[in-house]
Every structure is written in structure tokens, then in C-alpha cells.
């Protein structure tokens, strides 16, 4: 059996493509990621769909790092973000993929699940604050 290694421009150049690929047409790039700010507004369930159409994923904002670098875009409306209550909890909320919620950039007094009908996460204006999961909101993807 014999082993094949990438030269090492090989190795370079698909890293650099990795690094510094363009994000396709209506999407922003930031840093080394791509963001889709949708117009149309979805359910935040739709919005997770859409967002894997698109081949991305409902945006995981789990750094204050990233919240700082997306705010300017976030500031301007209310979008989906992939962060959703745990069923039949109170408190526990975690990232579509899995995780548990460790940074958090809640509004004053959210989340409130008022009504016990708010478990789903949105990007209010910058801030986050729960929100029923039918209703239809912008959302943003990230690749």
C-alpha cells in the first residue's frame, strides 16, 4: 500500500482557497465567513430549512468575538438565529448543533417565554429575546 502526500503547494494553494473564497452572489462576506441576511421572512423552522438549501446553516452566534463583527448588520432588524429553547425546559437553550448556550446576549428581562409559547431565538435589533417559533422573521444563514 503506498501513501500519496499533497505537495506542498498543493497543501498551500487549497488552503488559500479555503481562506479566501468568495461568497457567492447576495451573500456578505465577514472575517472567513459568508452571511446570508434574508429579505423574506420565514418561520424560524423554514428559516433553518432555507439556510440548509443554501447549503449553510441558521446563524450559531456563539462568540462575543462574532457578535462584535456582525453587530452593524444585525442592528438593522430582527432575524432568526439557530439557538432554540429545550423541550419541556424553562432555562436550557442550545445551538442547532447541539451545544449548550454558554455566551448569551439577551435583552433586559429576556427570555420571558411569554405565554410558554416563546422558544425559539432572534436577533432583536442586536440583542436576542425569545420569540414563538411561527412567527415569520428574517433570518441569517452563515457558510
Not at 97 to 110: A, L, V, Y
Not at 111 to 122: I, Q, S, T, W
Request: one cysteine or more; charged letters at 30%.
Amino acid at each position: 500500500m503506498s501513501v500519496r502526500f499533497k505537495s506542498s503547494s498543493q497543501f498551500c494553494s487549497s488552503q488559500a482557497e479555503t481562506i479566501f473564497r468568495a461568497c457567492p452572489s447576495g451573500w456578505k462576506q465577514i472575517g472567513l465567513f459568508c452571511y446570508y441576511f434574508s429579505m423574506d421572512k420565514l418561520s424560524w423552522n423554514e428559516s433553518r430549512d432555507d439556510c440548509i438549501i443554501k447549503g449553510a446553516g441558521l446563524l450559531l452566534l456563539k462568540t462575543e468575538e462574532e457578535k462584535e463583527a456582525l453587530e452593524s448588520s444585525l442592528e438593522t432588524d430582527r432575524y432568526w438565529i439557530g439557538l432554540k429553547r429545550e423541550k419541556d425546559s424553562t432555562d436550557n437553550w442550545k445551538w442547532l448543533d447541539g451545544s449548550t448556550m454558554s455566551f448569551g446576549n439577551w435583552k433586559d428581562g429576556e427570555p420571558n417565554n411569554n405565554n410558554k409559547k416563546e422558544d425559539c431565538a432572534e436577533s432583536q435589533n442586536g440583542p436576542w429575546n425569545d420569540s414563538s417559533c411561527t412567527e415569520k422573521k428574517k433570518y441569517v444563514c452563515k457558510k
